[in-house]
């Protein structure tokens, strides 16, 4: 086995064993942990995947800004350790079957999605003029992407998180 | 191939050893310079002139115990320093700290001076920073101690609110070099302009240079911006209840963010390694004079400025260091585009 799937199987099992973490462990500030842990192991999956700008924006702003926030909120509102549930009532069962069903939804999305990948000449999987590594790893071309291509979904975001913490100081400051 | 390899993991235990080294350097320094600011002596007794007093230091820290707090979260308390110290050393592997150099004929081939040459280092310094309030973050939870938790507290909402002009500093310095590797960025610093002044970018981002440096000192918690650890109002902030070695992974990771702070600022305003009289290849001896310049300035600001009141803090931070580098970005993009590069 060559080392990079090597490394690609080490850092996938980090990221899925992580992510059972996030939803097993009990206490709310080991799952923010946890997540962040998952977060790190995708970054690394993306350094494999020749796109280090995205890794490290990955590390950036989830791992960096927005578990910190998350730790944040846990942190100011003292959540404790959660108490499980007695087996076989509603609050066992109702979210064991949505989960059941979503998580079934996602497989079949994969599916289908690796499916449909293999039969175009588009997309990494096959190789195709989406999948040169030199242009997903360079920051210029991503720039220049960014700012001519998908310049109206980039403004558009902007523009939503704009609203957003205009909303949130509206909310947090009924009297200015 | 092979010396290649054996050069590589030369470099990186070089700046382990270094690291370590600088950490100890630093505590010395810190306490000589403050003694002298303070009209004391400082550290005497210990080696000539004190200097083993560091040593001394740590061999008393290592036979300390090590306590913990019975209500603290025992991994997370455990784990807190680990991240800090971690952090800390993974900062540097990015930062050039010479050019190619035979150190003197000893090599056969030369090695670049640099752990690991990431295309974009300037970012993945910065993310490592912002990884780093981790270790502080949790410190102070996981001690379950209202001291920890105020310092804790403070310090995030400190490093959150200087992480921003930190960043736009630093974009300005890469919209003049256009590139994001600071081996590029030190190299286009090279030369004279008017054959005397040196092309260091120090002189075309005064401004950003400025607030690199007051926002770097408050990432690393540093007077006058030490509010996580104010001694006078919260015990020792994050660290209160760490005794022993895991309090040293503290000390130890706040003098070695100093060194890495410096040591982006020297290659990205400073020029790094570049300098008159010696060769190249010995660059990294100017380096390590810049370096030394930048922290002594370091310790001298500490010694000599109170500490910010809490809201100053905020005030200086939101509305005054955040627009004026919003400003210097738009000034320098609008210069970049009129001038070219």
Same mark, same amino acid.
């Given at each position: 086995m060559g080392t990079e799937l090597l490394l690609f199987y080490a850092f996938a099992a980090v990221a899925v064993g992580a992510s059972v973490l996030v939803v097993a462990r009990p206490h709310p500030m080991h799952s923010v942990l946890m997540l962040i842990v998952a977060f790190a192991a995708l970054a690394a999956l993306y350094i494999q995947l020749h796109a280090p700008f995205a890794a490290v924006i990955q590390i950036i702003i989830y791992a960096g800004a927005i578990m910190v926030l998350f730790l944040f909120v846990v942190m100011l509102l003292n959540a404790r350790q959660e108490e499980a549930p007695a087996p076989g009532t509603l609050l066992v069962r109702g979210p064991l079957r949505s989960g059941a069903l979503l998580a079934a939804v996602l497989v079949a999305e994969l599916a289908w999605a690796l499916d449909a990948a293999q039969g175009s000449d588009d997309g990494l999987l096959a190789g195709g003029?989406?999948?040169?590594p030199a242009s997903l790893g360079s920051v210029r071309e991503l720039g220049r992407v960014l700012f001519t291509d998908y310049m109206f979904a980039f403004e558009v975001t902007s523009i939503l998180i704009i609203v957003a913490m205009v909303g949130a100081v509206v909310l947090a400051k009924r009297e200015l | 191939m092979l010396p290649l390899i054996v050069g590589q993991f030369g470099i990186l235990f070089l700046a382990f050893v270094a690291l370590l080294t600088s950490a100890a350097v630093m505590v010395y320094a810190e306490r000589k310079v403050a003694a002298a600011v303070q009209q004391r002596l400082g550290p005497?007794?210990?080696?000539p002139k004190g200097a083993l007093q560091p040593v001394a230091d740590v061999l008393k820290l290592l036979f300390k115990e090590t306590l913990r707090p019975a209500a603290a979260d025992k991994w997370i308390f455990m784990l807190a320093p680990i991240i800090s110290a971690t952090a800390a050393f993974a900062a $540097?592997?990015?930062?050039? $700290?010479?050019?190619?150099?035979t150190f003197f004929g000893l090599l056969e081939e030369p090695v670049r001076l640099q752990v690991a040459d990431v295309n974009v280092a300037v970012l993945v310094v910065f993310a490592i920073t912002s990884v780093s309030i981790y270790g502080i973050v949790l410190a102070g939870w996981s001690a379950n101690s209202k001291y920890s938790l105020l310092g804790a507290l403070r310090s995030t909402s400190q490093m959150i609110s200087y992480e921003l002009s930190y960043g736009l500093s630093l974009a300005a310095v890469l919209l003049v070099a256009n590139d994001l590797s600071l081996t590029r960025i030190v190299e286009a610093q090279g030369g004279y302009w008017f054959g005397f002044?040196?092309?260091?970018f120090v002189f075309l981002q005064p401004l950003g240079f400025v607030i690199y440096m007051i926002a770097g000192v408050a990432e690393t918690n540093r007077a006058p911006f030490d509010f996580p650890e104010a001694e006078q109002e919260l015990?020792?902030?994050?660290?209160?209840?760490y005794s022993s070695m895991s309090f040293a992974m503290f000390f130890l990771a706040e003098y070695i963010n100093m060194v890495t702070v410096s040591a982006v600022a020297t290659n990205l305003f400073?020029?790094?390694?570049q300098g008159p009289i010696l060769p190249e290849s010995m660059g990294w001896i100017w380096f390590l004079v810049k370096i030394a310049a930048l922290l002594f300035f370091y310790i001298w600001m500490r010694w000599t400025l109170p500490r910010l009141r809490y809201d100053q803090l905020m005030a200086l931070g939101w509305k005054v260091l955040l627009p004026l580098a919003v400003l210097n970005l738009v000034v320098t993009a609008a210069g970049v585009v009129y001038f070219g590069n």
């Open positions: 003029a989406g999948a040169d | 005497y007794r210990v080696g $540097f592997a990015v930062v050039p $700290f010479g050019a190619e150099t002044v040196p092309r260091w015990v020792a902030g994050y660290h209160t209840e400073l020029g790094g390694w």
